[in-house]
Structure formats: C-alpha cells, structure tokens
C-alpha cells in the first residue's frame, strides 16, 4: 500500500538555524498538509496546500513558516529561524482530490531545538 | 471552527475485555468524523471514518464507533481487545464543506491493554 514518507526521522538543530522537513506525499493525491505535535499535547494543523499554494493555514503558521513543492514528489516545510517552541514531532499528511477521502499521514520528524 | 474533547486521556483495560474511547466534538458547521491510531514511534493511522449514511461504522482491528448527532459524539469500541491494541487514539473532524479539509483533533486517548 502506498505511503506517505518522511526525512529525517530525527532533526537535531541549534537555535536560530534554518531547518527543512521532508516529505514525500503519496503520488497520485493532490492536498497535502503538516501538523505538528508538541509533547504532551493535541495534533495542530499547522498548513495545508493545493493546486502549488498555500490553501489553509493556522494561527501557528506565521513568517518563519513556508512550505513548497519544488518537484513533482517531494513537499517540504521550511522553518527560517528555529527557537525552542519548535521542538515538536511534525507530521505530513496528503488526500486525493475527492472530498470525502480520508488525510494519510507520514510517521513524522521529531524536531529537537537546542 | 471546531473542537474535539476526548474526555479519558488514559484508558487501562484488561485483555478480552471490551472498551469505549469517549469522543465529543462542537462545530458551526457539518463536518466528517475521524478515529485515527498512533503505534509508539510510528505516524497516525485511520481506524475508521464516518462521512454520512449509517451511524455505526466499522474501522479495521474490530474497532466501531457510533456518530450520534444529537449528543455531538462518536465514540469508539471494541468488544474484545487484544494487547497488540495498546496505542494513543485520536478522535478528529473536518469539515465538509471548503478544499481544505483540515483535521481538528482531540487530545488523544492512551489505551493500555493488561494482560
């Protein structure tokens, strides 16, 4: 069954450095998203993007946030500037077209900020 | 906007014996209901979904859960549960109507299966 894949599984950064969270969505879907999970806490929704733009986003989804599918496989989730509130676990998800199927989701990049 | 209160962040139960994950959600509009499972150090997975038609919905692993409108809630359940069911449980919504589609979730439910 096809899946949702994520790079890397594990993402140890200083803070205030760049960091780039990879996934590769399912291939034949066309909505993709990211949510994250701080410890302890619920899953948010963080972006979602459709037709190569941003469809949705959250409150938590400011400035240092972008996102971007740069190929035809690969979605990515940039942070500019990381601080200490970004250690989280993120999650991409993607859905076909069709509106009533269900999001598929990676099994996540924990992000630890030093 | 939405919101989704699962009421028992942690559900110990022992083996063969049946449990039900509480789920309520509160939302302006229709939405889609959602029961998704987290495997330790693995993403989430869709138990089962409840889009329109019958109330009852069967999920994959045994699990059902019953959409009841009136009491805005969508339980889960299983009548015999095996230990290999010990995850984190999550109940979602999204709404029906716009693209996006994106997923308001609970707080989440630890079940722990004892042998």
């Known amino acids: 069954e096809p899946e949702v894949t994520q790079t890397p599984s594990h993402q140890v950064t200083q803070m205030g450095q760049e960091v780039i969270l990879r996934c590769v969505p399912i291939s034949n879907h066309l909505y993709f998203y990211w949510y994250r999970q701080i410890l302890g806490q619920k899953v948010e929704f963080l972006v979602s993007?459709?037709?190569?733009?941003?469809?949705?986003k959250s409150e938590i989804f400011d400035d240092q946030f972008s996102v971007e599918r740069p190929d035809g496989s690969n979605f990515t989730l940039k942070i500019r500037s990381t601080k200490l509130e970004d250690s989280a676990m993120y999650f991409c998800?993607?859905?076909?077209?069709?509106?009533?199927?269900?999001?598929?989701f990676g099994d996540g990049t924990r992000l630890s900020i030093l | 906007a939405q919101s989704v209160t699962q009421l028992d962040s942690q559900v110990p139960v022992f083996e063969e014996a049946p449990v039900e994950l509480r789920c309520n959600y509160s939302?302006?509009?229709?939405?889609?209901l959602f029961w998704y499972v987290q495997y330790p150090n693995q993403g989430l997975q869709l138990l089962l979904k409840y889009l329109s038609g019958s109330t009852l919905v069967k999920g994959i692993n045994g699990f059902e859960a019953e959409f009841n409108k009136s009491q805005t809630s969508f339980h889960l359940r299983k009548p015999s549960v095996h230990i290999s069911d010990t995850a984190e449980y999550f109940c979602?919504?999204?709404?029906?109507?716009?693209?996006?589609?994106?997923?308001?979730f609970g707080s989440g439910t630890q079940l722990t299966v004892l042998p």
């Open positions: 939302s302006s509009v229709s939405v889609y």
């Open positions: 993007f459709y037709n190569n733009e941003i469809s949705e």
């Open positions: 998800a993607s859905r076909m077209g069709l509106s009533n199927q269900p999001q598929h």
């Open positions: 979602a919504v999204s709404p029906i109507s716009g693209s996006a589609r994106q997923l308001t």
